[in-house]
């Protein structure tokens, strides 16, 4: 929930753009996170270092978990959590939580808090915020939804007192602990002047640097899509921090902050999630650390499958889509814009959630253009005089919406557009950034009825459930840029929600995944390693290890053991 380091577009960012030697966008702001430390010293000085600067080119676009399309990562150090998980392999583990226990028939969950802790206004944190946050989920579906969707069959929830929390959910759920681990919990006496009627102000509501938070960290300044700085929260409930200010600086392209690493001005660069900056390989492994690893982010290609879409209804047929899977170039993407850091990609889990989840019969279609154009022809859709094909008397011209945040999602089209158009099919980027290409593709007004193919990502927890919900009909207005919706695989969605036998659940979950590849409301392109964040010398002194939470292995690695392992 990543992200995200995640959820912000990074998944689609590329670190491609030859021209990464582009000017940092904040780099003006970059002197306020300049001293490193005391007064003088450098990051390989012998001086203790105050403040972490992180250079990244995805962006925090809001403050407000609502509303935001891309800042989950940058959530980890300012709010608290009641769970956590490293790995899809570690054991969820307790953060605000200290102890939990289940009911006999699995209804029920009873948690202990940690005591003591404080958000950023000197207001005790307490369950009954952690309720607060729940029950907004269950009272305001539509407003919560980006949220709500790791969390399925939630009921109620209460405080009994200052530390004991019960949440109860309608039947036993697969994956009650997992769905906690994204949730950033929000402090009740703020946000409850904003839960009232249909829950709309939720979403307006203006989270400023001057707001409360109840993380490691609280936020002193935040400039939109530029700069995150923080600095430590004095009532945080878990161990200190090493360092006292957190920066996060947001730059143009992935070179252009690892310049600014060279030159000492970070002390930790974010790899764009999904984007393996070409400027990595240029790095002296002395001197910093470059980690790759299985990653929990794909990028696909989405069409809108409204069937009460009015224009290019020929994008609904089943056929059409898999003829296009064989026109696009999988390969070329993993080699050229993922320098090989990737995997093609067809299945809707990624390996790295575990083998046992994914259909391992799942194969990515061949790339074989004569393949496609023999599929289309046979679908009548013959080819104009100028060489682009037409289908119910409209020409097979599209426009695909790609956020303008990560670069790679413009390379990513570039090798789409080329395949495409050797199929007789032609398509015109409209980059976007990533609200408003979320409102392109469900306009108007969530109708889904005016977009037909979007570029996008998708990266989740480590728990099946998240990354098979976007193609629910629950998620139409939320997650799903697809409108897709079969009763098929809803009712096995809910079957597998509630399996708690993890090999007839992993049957289930194989199946929808099958239902998903045979109608193919999305062309999932690559798994994408995780490229974890570049640290310098002193940033190694903290013995930075990776971090596989709520998102990837990227520079979540200094939200992991600034907050949780200092």
């Not at 899809?88 to 802790?117: C, E, M, N, V």
């Not at 001005?265 to 999630?273: K, W």
């Not at 969605?493 to 409301?521: C, G, S, W, Y």
């Amino acid at each position: 929930m990543l992200e995200d380091l995640l959820n912000a577009d990074l998944t689609r960012r590329q670190f491609l753009r030859s021209t990464a030697r582009t000017a940092a966008l904040a780099l003006p702001m970059a002197p306020l996170l300049a001293a490193c430390g005391s007064a003088g010293s450098s990051p390989t000085g012998g001086s203790t270092p105050t403040t972490f600067r992180i250079g990244q080119v995805s962006a925090v676009d809001s403050l407000n978990p609502f509303v935001s399309q891309n800042s989950a990562y940058g959530y980890l150090p300012i709010f608290p959590y009641l769970m956590k998980q490293f790995s899809p392999t570690s054991p969820i583990q307790g953060d605000l939580a200290k102890t939990w226990s289940k009911s006999t028939d699995g209804t029920r969950y009873t948690f202990q808090l940690h005591s003591g802790g404080k958000w950023s206004d000197g207001v005790p944190l307490t369950a009954t915020d952690v309720a607060f946050t729940l029950n907004l989920l269950v009272r305001y579906p539509i407003v919560t939804g980006l949220l709500g969707s790791f969390i399925h069959g939630l009921q109620n929830a209460s405080a009994v007192d200052a530390t004991t929390l019960v949440v109860d959910f309608d039947r036993p759920i697969a994956n009650a602990l997992e769905g906690f681990v994204g949730l950033p919990i929000l402090p009740a006496h703020v946000w409850s002047p904003h839960a009232v009627g249909k829950g709309t102000d939720l979403q307006t509501f203006q989270v400023t640097a001057g707001g409360v938070f109840g993380g490691p960290f609280k936020v002193v300044r935040y400039e939109q899509q530029q700069l995150l700085l923080t600095t430590t929260n004095p009532g945080w409930y878990g161990k200190k921090p090493k360092v006292k200010t957190l920066g996060l600086v947001t730059y143009q392209s992935d070179g252009g902050a690892i310049q600014a690493l060279k030159e000492g001005q970070l002390d930790s660069v974010s790899a764009s999630i999904g984007d393996i900056p070409i400027g990595f390989s240029q790095l002296s492994s002395s001197d910093y650390t470059v980690p790759y690893e299985p990653g929990l982010f794909y990028a696909y290609i989405a069409f809108n499958t409204n069937p009460t879409k009015p224009h290019h209804r020929e994008l609904l047929d089943p056929r059409v889509r898999a003829a296009l899977a064989h026109a696009t170039d999988r390969a070329q993407m993993v080699s050229n814009v993922y320098f090989g850091h990737a995997q093609a990609a067809a299945a809707a889990l990624p390996p790295a959630l575990g083998q046992q989840w994914q259909n391992g019969d799942i194969e990515p279609e061949s790339f074989d253009t004569a393949l496609a154009n023999s599929m289309l022809d046979r679908l009548g859709y013959t080819r104009g005089t100028n060489g682009v094909r037409v289908a119910h008397g409209t020409a097979m011209q599209y426009k695909v919406n790609i956020a303008t945040t990560v670069p790679s999602y413009q390379q990513l089209f570039n090798v789409l557009a080329r395949g495409w158009s050797e199929v007789g099919v032609q398509l015109t980027a409209v980059p976007l950034d990533s609200a408003a290409e979320f409102s392109a593709v469900t306009a108007p007004n969530g109708e889904y009825l005016e977009s037909d193919l979007d570029i996008w990502y998708y990266i989740s927890t480590f728990d099946p459930s998240p990354w098979l919900a976007i193609w629910t009909k629950s998620q139409i207005g939320n997650l799903s840029d697809t409108h897709y919706i079969n009763s098929e695989y809803e009712k096995l969605f809910d079957e597998q929600l509630h399996e708690t036998d993890d090999n007839k659940r992993a049957a289930i979950v194989k199946e929808m995944q099958a239902i998903l590849f045979r109608d193919k409301p999305t062309i999932i392109f690559a798994y994408v390693n995780a490229s974890g964040s570049v640290t310098n010398g002193w940033s190694k002194s903290l013995k930075l290890s990776s971090f596989n939470g709520f998102f990837p292995r990227t520079s979540c690695d200094w939200a992991t053991n600034l907050r949780w392992r200092a």
